[in-house]
């Protein structure tokens, strides 16, 4: 029989019926390893819980129970998990069209999404690429600067995430991931140091920005430097926020040299840090920007966006498209991403985002006050990490925040690890999350943090 939802279902605090994982998703883990590759879901008795159903922040799992999530689904459910407003949209556009020829006969609404996208970029005149996922805007983006540039070196950042494909993957610094493709990965990228003001000190920005003017000038294998690629704040490195200034200097350090500068807004746009794109609280403006995640509104959605300009590297078609692929400017997903950027323009989101996220660190804060091991809560808007090391070295505390998280889950909240070696406690809830939820999640969060941290050794050690 289908379960009905209580009207309040999305506002909840979390309902735990069975310990979780319980038996029907213990099932669904025996299931799954028959039938997916088994690199893909980590299974263990512990974890995961498979998701039966959500609404706003809540998540229920198979098992029944309810969970508030501040994972925002991987960042993607920014208005909430199915936002009634949204799946309307997508009722509406499938009972019409469900799929279009996107660079032949496009979809209408590839149109209209276009043209929404254009009215929110910093720029007056903007073009954009659309894919499905956000490794496909960054390889757009990556194609865009070597055309535009003619200069195939890139410049990337040490703990830099920006996809799997193998164009993402080669500016992505994370060694597990890189290490096995390695002979494939194009070999003319460089990292430099990211500037985090925790470990580096008043220096951050400085050192950052020397290293990257070196490599500006000495290049890549050499190869002259097209394009610098940078999350405005780094995400699975671990809600890095680097000083104010620095991505001022940065843009003014690139161009200065002739190259692009690509904002990978994957996960920091949208509203999520407080504002719609993460460079404008910055007050700088990249060349490019890469979209993602909760643009869709809970479907694949992806984009490319420069000025008409850079933009143009790009030749016209003439029957044959140099960059396409089958789903690009799929209407279910324009559709869904039209209604979402409705709510992002007209609704309260992007505010909501900004005056709680200040709350949610000043509550965690406060919260955490007492626990050496904290070694930061930072963030901007819902964005927030919560840095977990020893106190006496600053070294990680490593697997600290993934062993919170699976508490957590047994409380009913979903969070996510992030940083090097886990030792980050990632927080990126729907921007509809209430404060009595983020308030209630900030008590009980502190008190599994503390009984975690004592017996976790840094990663030093």
């Given at each position: 029989?289908e379960r ?15 310990p979780?994982?319980?038996?029907r998703?213990?099932?669904?883990s ?9 690199n893909?879901?980590?299974l263990t ?9 959500a ?10 129970n309810v ?11 920014v208005?909430?998990?199915?936002n009634p407003?949204i ?8 009972e ?7 660079d032949v ?6 149109v ?14 903007s ?27 890139i410049?990337?950042?040490?703990g830099?995430y920006?996809g ?12 597990d991931f890189?290490e096995?493709?390695?002979e ?15 470990r ?11 290293a990257v003017a070196e490599?500006?000038e000495?290049?890549?294998g ?8 940078v ?5 699975r490195a ?18 200065g040299?002739?190259?692009?500068l690509?904002?990978?807004?994957i996960?920091?746009g949208l ?9 404008l ?10 979209l993602g ?5 809970g479907l ?25 692929s089958?789903f690009?400017?799929h ?11 409705a ?9 909501r ?8 660190v ?25 840095e ?8 990680p ?8 998280a699976?508490?957590?889950l047994?409380?009913?909240i ?7 070696v ?21 008590v ?18």
């Amino acid at each position: 029989m289908e379960r009905k939802d209580p009207a309040e279902f999305g506002s909840l605090l979390p309902t735990i019926l069975v310990p979780p994982p319980g038996p029907r998703s213990l099932e669904m883990s025996r299931r799954l390893a028959r039938v997916e590759s088994r690199n893909v879901t980590h299974l263990t008795p512990a974890f995961p819980v498979f998701w039966d159903s959500a609404c706003g922040t809540n998540v229920r799992d198979v098992d029944g129970n309810v969970f508030l999530d501040l994972t925002g689904a991987f960042g993607v459910s920014v208005a909430g998990h199915r936002n009634p407003l949204i799946t309307q949209e997508i009722r509406d556009q499938a009972e019409r069209l469900v799929h279009g020829m996107g660079d032949v006969h496009p979809p209408a609404k590839k149109v209209e999404l276009l043209e929404a996208l254009a009215r929110i970029v910093p720029w007056a005149d903007s073009r954009a690429i659309l894919g499905s996922s956000g490794s496909e805007a960054v390889e757009a983006a990556l194609k865009t600067a070597l055309l535009a540039t003619r200069r195939p070196g890139i410049v990337a950042f040490e703990g830099a995430y920006h996809g799997l494909t193998l164009g993402s993957l080669a500016v992505t610094e994370r060694e597990d991931f890189r290490e096995p493709f390695r002979e494939r990965l194009y070999p003319g990228v460089r990292f430099v140091p990211f500037p985090e003001p925790l470990r580096m000190g008043s220096g951050a920005s400085s050192r950052s920005l020397d290293a990257v003017a070196e490599v500006m000038e000495e290049g890549a294998g050499g190869e002259g430097i097209g394009a610098v690629i940078v999350e405005p704040i780094q995400g699975r490195a671990g809600v890095r926020v680097p000083p104010k200034g620095y991505l001022r200097d940065l843009a003014s350090l690139v161009r200065g040299a002739g190259a692009l500068l690509i904002f990978d807004e994957i996960f920091t746009g949208l509203g999520r840090t407080g504002s719609m794109f993460a460079c404008l609280q910055e007050d700088v403006v990249p060349d490019l920007i890469c979209l993602g995640k909760g643009l869709g509104g809970g479907l694949p959605l992806s984009a490319c966006v420069g000025p008409r300009e850079v933009m143009e590297a790009w030749p016209p078609s003439v029957g044959e498209a140099i960059h396409t692929s089958t789903f690009l400017g799929h209407p279910l997903a324009c559709a869904a991403g039209l209604s979402l950027l409705a709510e992002m323009e007209s609704g309260d989101l992007v505010t909501r985002s900004r005056e709680l996220g200040l709350e949610l660190v000043r509550w965690l804060r406060d919260e955490l006050a007492g626990v050496p091991e904290v070694a930061e809560v930072r963030g901007r808007g819902l964005f927030v990490g919560v840095e977990l090391a020893d106190p006496g070295t600053m070294e990680p505390l490593a697997g600290a925040a993934s062993v919170v998280a699976g508490r957590a889950l047994g409380r009913g909240i979903l969070v996510l690890p992030a940083g090097r070696v886990g030792h980050v406690l990632e927080l990126s809830p729907p921007l509809v999350i209430t404060r009595e939820q983020l308030q209630w999640a900030t008590v009980e969060l502190g008190g599994i943090i503390r009984e975690t941290v004592r017996g976790v050794p840094s990663s030093g050690h």
